[in-house]
């Protein structure tokens, strides 16, 4: 069995993780049980990078978010609320103590890296800087993805990295979870030498994101009681200043992958019921507002019944006048009074941009993928095929290949033939790619419909 009890520092557990990349190197991902010393969730993340077909020997991770988008997102981000509690309780003490302290969103790409100079400069070369994607899937173990894909603290230290341009650094990294709804925000972590794999650094960040997380309930909290304090006011068609302009949370609607969608405003967060997630849906793409009929005939197949649909706004109203008053709907037409962005628009404006890259990153499946309402059915193919049509015209094949690990693209033939056409000859992920292509003509020929 694995000795789990060194710490990932230990000679005994670095030489475990070498001799585990020579079993990388001869196609037997994760190493195997027979190594002693190799930390099981260090064996797992490798197998699970092998999957995602992460490469061991890229010597940088890829830059996701250039100099505007990064800016841009970073403001608008959660997490840049408690950035000053960041910098007081880790970004200072680092400048002087040989670390960095990074910050990154919920899937693993950097928003923010800080701390000593020196050490600034040196990670340039392993593109540990703001906008780079450090995700398991991409640049495989590291702590800030491998801590988001257990959603839990970790240390990994010198060779347990799945890269090997990453062999001399060690990492420590702390999920940061909403306070009020314990969704994954983001990742706050501290990279360097032998230090930042100290036994104390897990609890020093631990303590950090905790006092992070109180600070941001606590001005969510302070935000309400004003909000609540305000003199009653005629509902402009405006939203209210601080959410168009930007505040500390964004007001958004997470579609992508899920039947009963996420709703947040201003910081708090609520599931929907699967009908009132498409009401939002339609709404938030309808900003100029929907009649009864409009509305109803985009949700209900066939003839719509606009008294089933008032039944269903008396109940939306009621949840949404509890979460944000200022975001129940009107009527005559129906229209959300505040900006909600939902992450299928993300979608559709960075393809717009021509940021087929970051489009990939946003998407987490088809929207709302089991709704039968026809305004859904055709928002859903038309995310779906302008992702693909992008992927396809301008993607590399690193992004052809990602693209085909979606659920709807598990039988995409000509999204694997473009990968194979742009993957170089001696490109181990070759073979993959024809498994899979065979795999497809294989269940084809085995289906009845078949001829």
């Not at 996420?262 to 939002?280: C, D, F, K, M, Y």
Request: one cysteine or more; proline letters at 8%; charged letters at 20%.
């Amino acid at each position: 069995m694995p000795n789990v009890s060194q710490p990932p520092g230990a000679a005994t557990t670095q030489r475990a993780a070498m001799a585990g990349h020579e079993f990388l190197d001869h196609g037997v991902p994760g190493g195997t049980p027979e190594i002693p010393g190799l930390r099981r969730l260090i064996r797992e993340s490798w197998q699970r990078s092998a999957r995602l077909q992460a490469n061991p020997d890229n010597p940088a991770a890829p830059l996701a978010l250039d100099r505007d988008e990064l800016e841009d997102y970073r403001r608008r981000h959660p997490l840049a609320a408690i950035m000053p509690v960041i910098n007081r309780l880790l970004v200072q003490p680092s400048h002087d103590s040989g670390l960095l302290v990074a910050v990154g969103d919920e899937v693993g790409r950097l928003l923010w890296v800080d701390g000593d100079p020196d050490l600034q400069r040196r990670a340039e070369s392993m593109m540990f800087v703001p906008g780079a994607d450090w995700s398991e899937a991409t640049v495989g173990t590291s702590a800030p993805g491998t801590a988001l894909a257990l959603g839990r603290g970790i240390q990994i230290a010198g060779a347990e990295h799945y890269q090997r341009a990453v062999h001399s650094w060690s990492c420590t990294a702390v999920p940061f979870h909403d306070p009020d709804s314990g969704a994954v925000l983001g990742v706050v972590d501290i990279t360097g030498k032998a230090s930042a794999v100290a036994p104390h650094t897990l609890s020093l960040v631990e303590a950090t994101v905790a006092a992070a997380q109180a600070q941001l309930r606590v001005e969510r909290l302070q935000l309400a009681a004003s909000l609540a304090g305000r003199p009653a006011r005629r509902r402009s068609a405006a939203p209210p200043p601080a959410v168009r302009e930007g505040s500390l949370y964004r007001n958004s609607l997470q579609l992508l992958g899920r039947d009963q969608a996420l709703l947040s405003l201003q910081g708090r967060t609520v599931a929907l019921s699967a009908r009132h997630s498409e009401i939002l849906a339609l709404l938030s793409t309808h900003p100029d507002g929907l009649n009864a009929e409009e509305l109803s005939g985009l949700l209900y197949p066939g003839d719509g019944s606009t008294i089933t649909l008032r039944a269903e706004m008396v109940r939306l109203r009621k949840i949404l006048q509890q979460l944000h008053p200022d975001a129940v709907p009107t009527s005559r037409p129906y229209r959300l009074p505040v900006d909600v962005v939902p992450d299928s628009g993300q979608v559709l404006s960075c393809l717009q941009r021509g940021a087929h890259r970051m489009a990939l990153k946003i998407y987490g499946g088809a929207v709302l993928p089991h709704s039968e309402a026809p305004g859904i059915i055709t928002l859903r193919g038309r995310v779906s095929a302008l992702l693909r049509d992008a992927i396809l015209t301008d993607g590399s094949a690193e992004s052809l290949l990602r693209y085909a690990e979606l659920p709807e693209a598990r039988n995409d033939v000509g999204v694997r033939r473009a990968a194979l056409r742009l993957l170089p000859a001696r490109s181990p992920k070759r073979a993959a790619v024809v498994d899979e292509l065979e795999r497809i003509d294989d269940e084809l020929r085995a289906s009845p419909a078949t001829p």
